[in-house]
């Protein structure tokens, strides 16, 4: 299984930018899907996720700015952000719990990270 995230680059404070994260291999099913970041000198943080069922969960530093949606069909998430400011910079990283085909379980996996950087 393996998680290809995309969309990330350079953008001015006030404006946007709309990340994608598809899932492909031996897939069963997927659970959840999310996407987190990690600024500079910092941890890595949770910034939003979505359930299967479509229910969604957001830090509360990007609500109202940043909404999460997925595809199932394509298995791919994306995160779309509005009124981006200099403190979103990061590495955006996405992950999904997955059940291969044989599995009775899930387990997690990561994309690769995309680079966000807002600067005037």
């Known amino acids: 299984v393996q998680l290809q995230a995309s969309g990330g680059g350079l953008v001015q404070p006030g404006g946007s930018l709309r990340l994608s994260c598809a899932a492909s291999?031996?897939?069963?099913?997927?659970?959840?899907m999310g996407w987190s970041r990690q600024a500079p000198g910092k941890q890595r943080e949770l910034v939003a996720s979505i359930t299967s069922g479509g229910s969604t969960n957001y830090a509360n530093s990007v609500k109202g700015r940043f909404t999460i949606s997925r595809d199932s069909a394509k298995k791919t998430v994306y995160l779309q952000m509005n009124s981006l400011k200099p403190e979103d910079t990061a590495v955006y990283y996405c992950n999904a719990d997955v059940r291969s085909y044989g599995d009775t379980y899930y387990m997690d996996y990561w994309g690769q990270g995309t680079l966000v950087t807002v600067s005037s």
């Open positions: 291999g031996s897939i069963f099913s997927i659970n959840a």
